[in-house]
């Protein structure tokens, strides 16, 4: 079974533009979750996506967003980019069948530079 | 944001030794999962835990969920250089965000 897949793997961006960013979970499963990690906070929360709603946030500006598609597919944008946003951003799904016991398993990552 | 109490921050230690890190929580948790990650990529699952006191293998892996909820272990027996990286602690409270303790970076030397 292939794991979790993210596009672009690289990104390079200035000050003031947005991105997107895209993940494919695991067959099956149902709930994406997407992170932000960085040397200085280590691995933080953003929000996490079931059946197309958001079900979880983190503590992150609204310039953080994101969606679901009916294929569980997700996206993340971010609008406005600041330096402090250069991270690797880590999106991992699980099957979310049981109440909140269900294993993340995380994708490789989008390293995203913001000069 | 919160980060789980995780140490040591760093192991230096020769090939064919025992490592044993840990991780503490404030608050009861109904999760602990240990995650390693290389430079570069996605954390990795090692090991999950979902009932307190259990202890569970994987190889040379072994982690356990703390009787109070409030901490887990993972120890890895006769190490090995591929054993390189930094191990991650993540536990679930309530709901399913993950809240990851501070890592753990191992060096292994020949």
């Known amino acids: 079974k292939a794991g979790v897949t993210q596009t672009p793997r690289y990104l390079i961006k200035t000050r003031g533009q947005q991105v997107t960013l895209s993940c494919s979970p695991i067959?099956?499963?149902?709930?994406v979750s997407w992170y932000q990690q960085t040397p200085g906070q280590g691995l933080q929360f953003l929000f996490e996506?079931?059946?197309?709603?958001?079900?979880n946030k983190g503590n992150f500006p609204g310039r953080f967003s994101g969606r679901q598609f009916s294929n569980s597919r997700s996206e993340m944008n971010v609008s406005t980019l600041e330096l402090g946003d250069s991270a690797l951003y880590l999106c991992?799904?699980?099957?979310?069948?049981?109440?909140?016991?269900?294993?993340?398993?995380f994708g490789p990552g989008t390293r995203l530079t913001v000069l | 944001g919160q980060q789980l109490n995780q140490s040591p921050q760093s192991m230096f230690i020769q090939e064919g030794e025992d490592v044993s890190m840990n991780c503490t929580s404030s608050?009861?948790?109904?999760?602990w999962l240990w995650y390693k990650q290389d430079p570069g990529e996605g954390p990795v699952l090692l090991i999950a835990?979902?009932?307190?006191?259990e202890l569970t293998s994987n190889g040379r892996l072994t982690a356990q969920f703390g009787i109070t909820r409030k901490d887990s272990f993972l120890n890895i027996s006769a190490s090995i250089p591929s054993d390189v990286g930094i191990y991650f602690c993540?536990?679930?409270?309530?709901?399913?965000?993950?809240?990851f303790g501070t890592g753990t970076r191992l060096q292994v030397f020949p």
């Open positions: 991992a799904s699980s099957l979310a069948v049981a109440d909140y016991t269900d294993t993340q398993y």
């Open positions: 993540a536990g679930t409270e309530s709901t399913d965000k993950l809240i």
């Open positions: 067959s099956g499963h149902r709930s």
């Open positions: 608050s009861i948790f109904n999760t």
């Open positions: 996506y079931f059946s197309e709603t958001q079900r």
């Open positions: 835990l979902y009932k307190a006191g």
